[in-house]
Every structure is written in structure tokens, then in C-alpha cells.
């Protein structure tokens, strides 16, 4: 279960780094892998929830 706290602690960090860069100032380039790597980890985000019965169907088929 610690292993598990930890993997959704870094997730949080990752994605609240990502959401607190400034994406104006970005090239286009750069602007669509913040969006990419966004969009992706919160996927992963919602299909390793725990708790979440949804998530865990999600995660086991995959």
C-alpha cells in the first residue's frame, strides 16, 4: 500500500508541475508534448485510483 501512496504522490507532482508551466512562453513544438504528457498521466491517473472500481476494471484489462 506505501508503494501505492508513493506512485500517486509522484503522479500528483508531475501533473501539478506540468499545469503550473507557463505555456505561453513556449514554443509550439514544446506547448504539444506538455499537452501530451498531460493528458496522458491524468489517463493513467484515473486508472490506477485507488478505490475506484472503474479504474481498477480499467487497469485489469489493459
Same mark, same amino acid.
Do not use: E, Q
Given at each position: 500500500m506505501e508503494q501505492e501512496f508513493k506512485q500517486g504522490y509522484r503522479m500528483?507532482?508531475?501533473?501539478?508541475?506540468?499545469?503550473r508551466l507557463d505555456v505561453d512562453r513556449l *514554443? &509550439?513544438? *514544446?506547448r504539444e508534448r506538455v499537452e501530451s504528457a498531460r493528458d496522458l498521466l491524468e489517463e493513467v491517473?484515473?486508472?490506477?485510483?485507488?478505490? &475506484?472500481?472503474?479504474?481498477? *476494471?480499467a487497469h485489469a484489462d489493459s
Open positions: 500528483h507532482r508531475i501533473l501539478s508541475n506540468l499545469n *514554443d &509550439d513544438a *514544446d491517473s484515473l486508472l490506477t485510483r485507488p478505490g &475506484d472500481k472503474a479504474g481498477a *476494471d
